[in-house]
């Protein structure tokens, strides 16, 4: 039982100090992140992707994907 009360105590701490972190930084985007996994993207899929920074996946019909380089949508985007 007191086992318990300690390990809410302690989530509750780590909560209330993610929130207290939350409040006091601005949110920043994820921009470090982002370059480095859609470089890895390009280098994976080479020969498929464009140099323009675009996933470059071609669908069926030989269209070419224009959501950027490593997009986090499942889906392509052909338009
Ligand atoms: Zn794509």
């Given at each position: 039982?007191?086992?318990m009360?300690n390990?809410?105590a302690?989530r509750e701490?780590?909560?209330?100090?993610?929130?207290?972190?939350?409040a006091?930084t601005?949110t920043?985007p994820?921009a470090p992140?982002?370059?480095?996994a859609?470089?890895r993207?390009?280098?994976?899929?080479?020969d498929?992707?464009a140099?323009?920074g675009?996933?470059?996946h071609?669908?069926?019909?030989?269209?070419?994907?224009?959501r950027?380089?490593?997009h986090?949508?499942?889906?392509?985007r052909?338009?």
């Amino acid at each position: 039982m007191s086992k318990m009360d300690n390990l809410r105590a302690m989530r509750e701490a780590r909560y209330a100090e993610a929130q207290k972190r939350a409040a006091s930084t601005p949110t920043r985007p994820k921009a470090p992140v982002a370059p480095a996994a859609s470089k890895r993207v390009a280098e994976r899929a080479a020969d498929a992707t464009a140099a323009d920074g675009l996933c470059g996946h071609r669908n069926m019909s030989g269209r070419t994907c224009t959501r950027e380089s490593g997009h986090p949508q499942k889906s392509h985007r052909y338009s």
